[in-house]
């Protein structure tokens, strides 16, 4: 029997679309207001979903408190109150898109969590917004 136990958290971050490669007219008819050069800011609210057998000993999938210290660490430390273009190194080269976001955040807690248990992420970039990441 396998369940899937889930950890909210949040942070806030700025960013810019755009690609460097392009003008800024095409980077503006793409990205419209996203590829701002001045950067734009949101609060995203992040769900981190590991799924897994129950440990027979413990009952958990996963020690939650374990998880919640995870994400502190490795995610809200690293990219709450940042501008992702210029602070964040998987972003100088990488369009800090939602999509891309899910997927560092799933690279970075993938190593840190059991092997044998699903890791899946989703990013809410706004309340009506929001992409799913599962390693696939």
Do not use: Q
């Not at 490669?21 to 590991?50: M, Q």
């Amino acid at each position: 029997m396998k369940v899937t136990v889930n950890r909210k958290a949040h942070f806030n971050a700025a960013h810019r679309l755009y690609n460097a490669d392009w003008t800024d007219a095409r980077n503006a008819v793409v990205f419209g207001k996203c590829a701002n050069p001045n950067f734009h800011g949101h609060n995203y609210e992040l769900i981190v979903s590991v799924k897994g057998e129950i440990h027979p000993e413990t009952g958990f999938v996963m020690d939650m408190k374990i998880l919640k210290k995870l994400i502190e660490i490795e995610i809200e430390e690293y990219l709450d109150h940042k501008n992702l273009n210029e602070e964040v190194p998987e972003f100088k080269t990488l369009n800090p898109t939602a999509e891309n976001i899910a997927v560092v955040i799933w690279n970075k807690l993938r190593s840190k969590i059991d092997e044998n248990l699903h890791l899946s992420i989703t990013l809410y970039e706004t309340p009506r917004n929001f992409v799913s990441y599962s390693g696939e």
